[in-house]
């Protein structure tokens, strides 16, 4: 009869220590550290509370995105992600207070806090776009957005997070080959809804542990 036996972990990691030392020019350490810890972690910038009502409002006051559902796929996109990943449990459907955003034209301009109030959250995590391109750069393809981030209390309308008033710039972009420009105009459309998404995934990962090789962010 066979007998299997567990190896203890702080046991096992010193045979592999052991046995990779034994190889000339071996660089060990960094696949060590993998190999027992994992990829390393990026923590999150803020934590939010978890059981705080929540809605992601992304706003385009320089009109950098061309389609307004663009702004609702990325506040979707964030909220699908923080749901799933169970950073918070209840949120609000981004498209309430983009449409009494959108109402304000008709009347008074409302705060960050008002429009939060009016569909009913507590907390608005609040993302102004500040760059939405495809060619950010003459002659290169690097689709690519940028987002001033801050997180509002509705209750008293101040900024809980970050300490400076500009808010944390969250930098997104999608890596691309040479020649691999979209040449149509359907082509580009779609293109610009990945973007969306990816910014969405971005915004979400500023409030949840990562691993790096899974994030979006960067100059973070």
């Known amino acids: 009869m066979n007998t299997y036996t567990r190896i203890k972990p702080a046991f096992l990691s010193a045979c592999i220590i052991a046995a990779l ?36 409002f992304v706003d385009d006051p320089s009109s950098q995105i061309t389609q307004r559902r663009l702004r609702y796929a990325i506040a979707d996109r964030a909220t699908k992600e923080l749901l799933a ?36 959250a507590d907390i608005v995590i609040y993302a102004v776009v500040t760059e939405f391109s495809l060619s950010p750069e003459t002659g290169a393809y690097i689709p690519r957005t940028s987002m001033r981030v801050k997180v ?42 990945t973007l969306s998404g990816r910014a969405g995934l971005g915004l979400s990962q500023l409030f949840y542990k990562h691993e790096i090789t899974e994030t979006v962010l960067f100059n973070r």
Not at 23 to 37: K, L, M, R, Y
Not at 110 to 119: F, H, Q, T, Y
Not at 170 to 181: E, V, W
């Open 85 to 120: 990943k169970r950073v918070l449990v209840d949120m609000l459907d981004p498209r309430g207070i983009l449409t009494a955003a959108s109402n304000e034209r008709y009347g008074e301009q409302m705060s960050i806090a008002e429009l939060g109030k009016s569909v009913g």
């Open 21 to 56: 030392t034994l190889i000339p020019g071996c660089n060990v350490i960094t696949p060590i550290a993998f190999a027992i810890h994992g990829p390393e972690k990026i923590m999150p910038a803020y934590t939010l509370e978890e059981n705080a009502k929540t809605v992601i």
């Open 152 to 193: 509002i209390d509705v209750a008293s309308g101040k900024r809980l997070w970050p300490n400076s008033e500009m808010g944390l710039i969250a930098n997104i972009q999608i890596p691309q080959k040479p020649g691999s420009y979209p040449g149509t105009t359907g082509a580009r459309l779609e293109m610009e809804q």
